[in-house]
């Protein structure tokens, strides 16, 4: 499934890091999300872009920081993190919100 | 408030057997249903959805699923597991505001099915 991209795979970064994960979909859709996975816990949406307005910001801390240049990338900037913050970053894209939604294979963040 | 349970955490299943993994939703209006599979360390993959008509929907790698208003549930099924098959399952309900401008997906926590040769 080569629909939606993410890079990189794994990210190994210290708390005063900073970095980003990129997704790129190639689908022609008009919605993309950032979904958290953690180990004990069900999946956690994070943020919602529609037709790149961002739509949905679910009570996520500011050291989390979407980017939604246009309707084929979504960026998530990450600073100072905590090492709670390690977990599986999904991205997903949808024709837009009302259908559903196809997810690429992840970020492996680990937050040392 | 709507939601989606998934009430068995862990399933192991002989090879060659049926399978079959509940799902039940709490929406108010006509639901839109979906089931993924997630491989370990890997992304959702959508096996099947259900938005209208027919109430027993076909998915990709022999998997279905029936839509059952009466019980809000909205089970998977396979008649004969491959060893391929398993990994992590999620079933999800699609909540869309008034209007239905704006959705989103609200997951189970998943069952994680086993299968023993």
């Known amino acids: 499934e080569t629909g939606v991209t993410q890079t990189p795979r794994h990210l190994v970064m210290g708390m005063t890091n900073k970095k980003s994960l990129k997704c790129e979909q190639h689908?022609?859709?008009?919605?993309m999300y950032w979904y958290k996975q953690s180990a004990k816990k069900p999946l956690e949406l994070m943020f919602v872009?529609?037709?790149?307005?961002?739509?949905e910001n679910n009570s996520v801390p500011s050291r989390f920081s979407p980017e939604c240049p246009n309707s084929s990338h979504l960026f998530l900037h990450l600073h100072t993190l905590q090492p709670e913050d390690s977990a599986l970053y999904l991205c997903?894209?949808?024709?837009?919100?009302?259908?559903?939604?196809?997810f690429g294979p992840g970020t492996r963040l680990t937050v040392t | 408030a709507q939601s989606v349970t998934q009430p068995d955490i862990h399933i192991t299943v002989s090879e060659g057997a049926s399978l079959e993994l509940r799902c039940n939703y709490s929406?108010?209006?006509?639901?839109?249903l979906f089931w993924y599979v997630q491989s370990p360390g890997q992304g959702l993959q959508l096996l099947l959805k259900?938005?209208?008509?027919?109430?027993l929907v076909q998915g990709i790698k022999g998997f279905e699923a029936e839509f059952k208003r009466s019980q809000s549930s909205f089970n998977l099924r396979k008649p004969s597991v491959h060893w391929s098959d398993a990994a992590e399952y999620f079933c999800?309900?699609?909540?869309?505001?008034?209007?239905?401008?704006?959705?989103?997906?609200?997951f189970g926590k998943g069952t994680k099915l086993s299968v023993k040769p």
């Open positions: 997903a894209s949808g024709r837009d919100t009302s259908y559903e939604q196809y």
């Open positions: 689908l022609g859709h008009n919605a």
């Open positions: 872009y529609n037709f790149k307005e961002q739509t």
């Open positions: 929406y108010g209006a006509t639901p839109y």
């Open positions: 259900y938005f209208s008509g027919d109430t």
């Open positions: 999800a309900v699609l909540t869309t505001n008034y209007g239905g401008s704006q959705g989103n997906l609200i």
